[in-house]
């Protein structure tokens, strides 16, 4: 299984609006696909029309209480993708894993041995604390959903450095498999500037697809459902379609399943 973290410590740039729409746009084409909400406020499992009350097992049980993966995995309505929710519960994690000599380690050791999906993805909260840590560290890969908006460059630095640390201590293959701008307003001359600014920086490490600010994409999650299968034709839809199929390009080719 292919695990891909999708993280950046700053709030509300996109990552479970990217971790929802990739996933699904994934399962579409016919990848066994996990998404796991890594994120106590539980947004991805919400947008995928996940009702608290049937949250049975959830990704606090598979980090704290070392439930197997298969038995916190559930269906959704999307063919093809299973999600392991969160809730509120989560936010307990860190203080509970405190004392735990493999902290850092828990989620790895949890997906170690799971089968049955070919990629996972993984949403992360907006910090930079123990859960993004875990995800980090079980990560092959990360995607960084990035706003184009004036500090968005310096949070940028801080995640990099959180990575050289992950690659330091915990695990020494991350990659960091691209950067996509999000939210992008192409009538805004400042999300220009930024783009250009971010893509002059990183060059080929930022994704060719942008996704557009784009009003369905925002009204997807009401009705619990990924904007893919809400309007598969909206602006929206279409970029994280075309971040689906640059996303595959960049998989490691011997690690894709025949
Ligand atoms: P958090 O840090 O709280 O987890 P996040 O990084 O996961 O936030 P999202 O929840 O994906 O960010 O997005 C934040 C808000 O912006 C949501 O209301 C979402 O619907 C909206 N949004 C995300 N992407 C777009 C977009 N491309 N166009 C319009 N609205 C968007
Ligand atoms: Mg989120």
Same mark, same amino acid.
């Given at each position: 299984?292919?695990?891909?973290?999708?993280?950046?410590?700053?709030?509300?740039?996109?990552?479970?609006?990217?971790?929802?729409?990739?996933?699904t746009?994934?399962?579409?084409?016919?990848?066994k696909?996990l998404?796991?909400?890594l994120?106590?406020?539980?947004?991805? /499992?919400?947008?995928l029309?996940?009702?608290?009350?049937d949250?049975?097992?959830?990704?606090?049980?598979? +980090?704290?209480?070392g439930?197997?993966?298969?038995?916190?995995?559930?269906?959704?309505?999307?063919?093809?993708?299973e999600?392991?929710p #969160?809730?509120?519960?989560?936010?307990?994690?860190?203080l509970e894993?405190?004392?735990?000599?493999n902290r850092?380690?828990r989620?790895?050791d949890?997906l170690?041995?799971?089968?049955?999906?070919?990629?996972c993805?993984?949403?992360?909260?907006?910090s930079l604390? +123990?859960?993004?840590?875990n995800a +980090?560290?079980?990560?092959?890969?990360?995607m960084?959903?990035?706003q184009?908006?004036? $500090?968005?460059?310096?949070?940028l /630095?801080?995640?990099l450095?959180?990575?050289?640390?992950?690659?330091?201590? $915990?695990?020494?293959?991350?990659?960091?498999v691209?950067?996509?701008?999000?939210? $992008?307003?192409?009538?805004?001359?400042?999300?220009?500037?930024? /783009?250009?600014d971010?893509?002059?920086?990183l060059?080929?490490?930022?994704?060719?697809?942008?996704?557009p600010r784009?009003?369905?994409? /925002?009204?997807?999650p #009401?009705?619990?459902?990924?904007?893919?299968?809400?309007?598969h034709s909206?602006?929206?839809?279409?970029?994280y379609m075309a971040?689906?199929?640059e996303?595959?390009?960049? +998989?490691?080719?011997?690690?894709i399943a025949?």
């Amino acid at each position: 299984m292919i695990r891909i973290a999708i993280a950046n410590q700053k709030g509300g740039v996109g990552k479970t609006t990217t971790a929802i729409n990739i996933a699904t746009a994934m399962a579409a084409t016919g990848w066994k696909t996990l998404l796991i909400d890594l994120d106590p406020q539980g947004n991805a /499992s919400t947008g995928l029309g996940i009702a608290s009350a049937d949250r049975a097992r959830t990704s606090y049980d598979l +980090l704290v209480e070392g439930t197997p993966a298969d038995e916190c995995t559930m269906a959704t309505a999307i063919p093809n993708l299973e999600i392991i929710p #969160s809730t509120v519960d989560l936010s307990g994690a860190e203080l509970e894993l405190v004392a735990e000599e493999n902290r850092a380690t828990r989620l790895r050791d949890a997906l170690r041995e799971h089968k049955g999906h070919e990629i996972c993805f993984i949403d992360c909260p907006p910090s930079l604390g +123990l859960l993004t840590l875990n995800a +980090l560290t079980a990560a092959d890969t990360l995607m960084v959903p990035l706003q184009c908006e004036f $500090f968005a460059l310096e949070g940028l /630095s801080q995640l990099l450095q959180t990575v050289e640390r992950v690659q330091g201590r $915990f695990n020494r293959d991350l990659g960091i498999v691209g950067i996509v701008l999000t939210m $992008f307003d192409r009538r805004n001359r400042l999300t220009d500037q930024v /783009s250009d600014d971010v893509r002059e920086c990183l060059g080929n490490l930022v994704f060719e697809a942008v996704i557009p600010r784009n009003v369905r994409l /925002s009204e997807a999650p #009401s009705h619990g459902l990924p904007a893919l299968i809400y309007d598969h034709s909206c602006a929206g839809s279409r970029a994280y379609m075309a971040l689906a199929r640059e996303l595959i390009g960049r +998989l490691p080719k011997e690690r894709i399943a025949a």
